[in-house]
């Protein structure tokens, strides 16, 4: 079998040598070279060849960012970054992913060794998800359009009343290549959209800063949920990196729960706590959307929010980063439409306003 050929960037011995005894543990994956800088692994990539690099964000001679972004307009390939939990290295992430980065890591420790297996299966499994990863010129990935928020922006306010009215919550389940997948959608949320429940894959810190930068370019509000936050409409709430997020409701209104609590699928917070939440307290008012990521976090719940009457949406496998976590919702059952990304923002409207006359499309 033909290994995963990867090549590491990091200015730290220290951590050049970590992830490489932590990847050779894997024998799906050979380490074919290491680079102390952009510079220098630019001379090195051609003679190497490998499928996936693994990049610092931060490091001397040139940046982690300005090589990656030259790297997907000369030469597209399978990155995944390797950052500080720290707020600049999470920003520095965070506008890693913009650029075309697959995914990332956080930096292991030295001291480590009681959680090793588990340090081990996160990278290596995310260097196996990037090794299968298409990766575009950065001047072929398509951005959706942002008709839809102008001309809802233009409609009279009685036109749009109905979104307001149909106490509808949308749940979003999302890991590898959702930062960029959110983003899209929620880009072109009107402010008047449904109360909007989000779980992305991140640690810790990195849920806040992805809730902080969504903000400032979204009509909508957008922040990282506290326990007994309310979903209102125009609003949307990111899990804390660390905490599962649950919906619930109390009368007419719907507010979040957010709390510890084992692993659930590997992770924490997991898709399907809150997706299970949402069939129990939400039922038919719910619209589940599960996006690209790798594994099958969000695929039991999405299909018990279909089994209650909500309308479920799995992104489509040709715009997905990796095509696991959808798949495996489309596989047992519990999705009602297949769309690409670009269509899914108008079609959670469309349910939106038209309720169970909705018609699914793409389901099979």
């Given at each position: 079998m033909k290994k995963i050929r990867v090549m590491i960037i990091d200015d730290s011995a220290v951590v050049r040598t970590l992830l490489t005894e932590l990847l050779s543990r894997d024998r799906e994956i050979e380490v074919v070279g290491v680079a102390v800088d952009p510079i220098s692994a630019k001379q090195k990539i051609g003679s190497l060849n490998p499928d996936v690099l693994t990049l610092d964000v931060e490091m001397p001679r040139m940046d982690g960012l300005s090589f990656l972004e030259e790297l997907m307009q000369n030469r597209p390939m399978p990155v995944v970054m390797v950052s500080s939990l720290t707020d600049k290295g999470g920003e520095t992430t965070l506008r890693a992913l913009e650029l075309g980065a697959v995914d990332f890591v956080t930096?292991?420790?030295?001291d480590l060794t009681a959680k090793l297996p588990d340090i081990v299966e996160n990278i290596t499994s995310k260097i196996k998800a990037a090794a299968g990863v298409s990766v575009r010129p950065r001047s072929a990935v398509k951005k959706p359009s942002k008709k839809l928020s102008t001309d809802v922006m233009l409609k009279k306010a009685g036109e749009t009343a109905m979104i307001r009215t149909t106490e509808k919550v949308v749940a979003i389940g999302s890991s590898?290549?959702?930062?960029e997948a959110v983003k899209d959608i929620l880009e072109v949320m009107p402010p008047d959209s449904p109360g909007i429940v989000i779980v992305q894959h991140m640690p810790e810190r990195f849920t806040r800063l992805f809730a902080d930068r969504l903000d400032k370019t979204c009509a909508i509000d957008v922040r990282e949920a506290r326990d007994g936050d309310r979903v209102i409409p125009g609003h949307a709430l990111i899990a804390p990196g660390s905490d599962h997020m649950l919906l619930k409701r109390s009368g007419a209104d719907y507010y979040v729960e957010v709390k510890k609590g084992p692993l659930v699928n590997r992770h924490r917070p997991a898709v399907d706590v809150l997706f299970r939440s949402a069939a129990k307290y939400g039922g038919k008012n719910v619209i589940g959307v599960i996006l690209t990521g790798m594994g099958d976090d969000g695929a039991r719940g999405l299909k018990e929010m279909k089994d209650v009457g909500a309308y479920t949406i799995a992104q489509d496998e040709k715009s997905c980063v990796v095509f696991g976590m959808p798949k495996e919702a489309?596989?047992?059952?519990?999705?009602?439409?297949i769309l690409p990304l670009d269509d899914i923002c108008e079609d959670v409207l469309m349910a939106c306003r038209e309720g169970a006359v909705h018609q699914s499309r793409g389901a099979i």
């Open positions: 930096k292991p420790k030295i590898t290549g959702g930062t489309i596989e047992r059952g519990g999705a009602c439409s």
